[in-house]
């Protein structure tokens, strides 16, 4: 069961957002001391947090940079501040997402679920699964990847993902929101095809107003920055399927 943290000063909006995650399955739990929200946090646990702006004490940019410290969980803020401002802020300051209040339930269950997808889903192998140095049975795919809340790599590439960046031999190169979801996509699983859909599911809520030509646009920008790092061609597209990224060029350069 996934667990939903909530650092809301309002207990009304609070007691709502807790039964309505109560209601969809989670466990939930809403912060009740805003001086010091990280114990609480550490003794929660939680998969994803439900964050407000306008806090006592310290605001929500600033308990995210704290929560980034420590942990890559989803941050989805929830505020009246309706600039774009607030929300460009919002982003910059390490959360994922943004909703605005009145908050809209149904959507804001929807980007949890999306949120959680994308974290902990098919396509997102948890920690206790990934660097335990066992072999999958096909040539130790899994013996490659190291994964911890901070980094993902594979025979050498590395994704910084707090801070959006790949790594490769002391080369580094920053990517954007959409990239650094592709890359983490890829390369969670090397070798392995990963659907179009799956890539979609991953980087928008809502597929059906999404073009598919816009994925392969985000794939072509992840393409040219990873020859930028001296990877060329090793993202594979395989027709009719989706993307993957090739172990063989990873294992060639490593070697080089």
């Known amino acids: 069961m996934y667990r939903i943290f909530i650092v809301e000063d309002d ?3 609070a007691a709502i957002l807790r039964g309505r995650m109560e209601q969809y399955g989670y466990e939930a739990a809403a912060a009740s001391e805003f001086r010091e929200l990280m114990p609480q946090l550490e003794a929660f646990a939680p998969h994803l947090v439900l964050l407000d702006i306008n806090l006592p004490y310290f ?4 308990w995210c940079r704290q ?9 989805i803020y929830i505020s009246a501040r309706a600039g ?9 300051n ?3 997402d943004y909703i605005t209040k009145p908050i809209q339930l149904e959507l804001l269950m929807a980007k949890v679920r999306s949120a959680l997808r994308r974290a902990y889903g098919e396509y997102a192998a948890l920690p206790d699964t990934m660097g335990r140095g ?3 049975g096909e040539g130790g795919t899994e013996n490659a990847v190291r994964y911890d809340a901070s980094e993902l790599s594979a025979h050498g590439l590395k994704l910084h993902l707090s801070r959006s960046e790949l ?3 002391g080369r580094k190169i920053e990517l954007t929101k959409n990239e650094g979801l592709l890359a983490e996509c890829l390369l969670r699983k090397p070798g392995h095809v990963i659907p179009r859909e799956s890539l979609l599911e991953a980087l928008w809520d809502d597929v059906q107003f999404v073009d598919d030509n816009t994925l392969t646009v985000n794939v072509t920008r992840l393409r040219k920055k990873l020859e930028e790092l001296g990877l060329p061609k090793i993202i594979e597209t395989i027709r009719g399927q989706g993307y993957k990224l090739s172990e063989d060029v990873l ?3 490593a070697a080089t």
């Open 94 to 96: 390490g959360g994922d």
């Open 67 to 75: 929560i980034r410290m420590r942990s890559s969980m989803p941050i």
């Open 167 to 169: 790594e490769w031999k």
């Open 11 to 13: 207990e009304k909006i």
């Open 134 to 136: 066992g072999s999958d």
């Open 59 to 62: 605001d929500g940019y600033y």
């Open 251 to 253: 294992r060639e350069g």
């Open 84 to 92: 774009e401002m607030d929300q460009v802020m919002a982003i910059e």
